[in-house]
Nanobody
Framework: QVQLVESGGGLVQPGGSLRLSCVAS????????MGWYRQAPGKQREVVAR???????NYADSVKGRFTISRDNAKNTVYLQMNSLKPEDTAVYYC?????????WGQGTQVTVSS
């Protein structure tokens, strides 16, 4: 069983930056992938960025060049650095991880981009 705790969301002006953090804890055997998803009102949850085994990284086209996902394996933590934020980035952001064949989700953190 893995628990994910997210932090770092908030209100930011267009063009600003935020860094989201997600700490995994519990009975961790081996985390193969961690990622960030988001869901805006009236829209389906979509993948934002994924880090697979600390190696390959994948990004949604809408955030390429602006967002960066990174991992600190020693701390079982994944980060999402968000730069040049746009109003369309407004959403609840969810952390997830794949561990020992199972998928876990965080509680979500609200990111609002508005002037």
């Amino acid at each position: 069983q893995v628990q994910l705790v997210e932090s770092g969301g908030g209100l930011v002006q267009p063009g600003g930056s935020l860094r989201l953090s997600c700490v995994a804890s519990g009975s961790i055997f081996s985390i193969s992938a961690m990622g960030w998803y988001r869901q805006a009102p009236g829209k389906q949850r979509e993948v934002v960025a994924r880090d697979i085994n600390g190696g390959s990284r994948n990004y949604a086209d809408s955030v390429k060049g602006r967002f960066t996902i990174s991992r600190d394996n020693a701390k079982n933590t994944v980060y999402l650095q968000m730069n040049s934020l746009k109003p369309e980035d407004t959403a609840v952001y969810y952390c997830n991880c794949a561990e020992n064949g199972r998928t876990y989700w965080g509680q979500g953190t609200q990111v609002t981009v508005s002037s």
